[in-house]
């Protein structure tokens, strides 16, 4: 295991053409550094929430309401947050939506572009978690979410490289992740948005599979940046000029 390489250097590490074995594939998610911040978060967060708590109900509350809004979080961040258009409209947001989602979508085969970016990652956990805790079992409930919300995001980051990395899978969830989540990429964006779980997809009408209704869409890689939307606002198609995508 290569410790503290970057984005680049851990995509190169991994042969796409070669399918992984489980062990290789658990060592290659352990050994990126975004891995080892969130397991360093939880480890520092969950030790601060043992050392506050006055009840252990305090510990097991926090983790249930973790478990309870997650499913709702990754759902719409995703689907109206990545998926949004505004952020490319502007120009100082234009930069990170490429980051954190068209770069991914143009390339889904890019790896060094898999993970999220911590900037952008750590307050996402943060924003729903730290008052949600902090608001039901005072301050060991805001470390014990925050702890919750960081092993949920190590959830989803196991769950997006399965989805992406050349590995199989036994368990039944596991393939239907996969394949709920190729379709997203490779049929149409406009559904399928859960990685872990596709509870909101189902409840909410946007789980699909070929031939069900839901056609292929012509900006699935894209996202709707198209070159008339790229005339309008430039500012992405400016930054795929300066810094090509691999």
Known sequence: MNLLQSDNQWSQSIDPKRTMTKAEFFSSYASHYVVMIYVAIVLATGALSLYLMQSWWQLLGSFALVALVYPAVEFVLH????????LYRMPWTAGLWRRIHYDHHMNPNDLSVLFGAPFTTIPAVLAPTLP???LAFGWPGAAATVCGGFIA?????????????????ESRIMQH???HHALHHFHSENGNYGIVTDVLDRVLGTEYEVGTGMGPS???????????????YPWVAQLDQAQPRN
């Not at 689907?79 to 505004?86: A, E, I, K």
């Not at 012509?218 to 309008?232: D, F, M």
């Open 79 to 86: 689907r109206f947050v990545l998926h949004s258009r505004t």
């Open 132 to 134: 949600l805790g902090y």
């Open 153 to 169: 995001l190590l959830i989803y980051e196991f769950f997006h490289c399965a989805a992406h990395l050349p590995v199989k899978f």
């Open 177 to 179: 992740m996969r394949r």
């Open 218 to 232: 012509p900006t699935v890689r894209n996202l709707g940046y198209t070159s008339e939307e790229a005339k309008k």
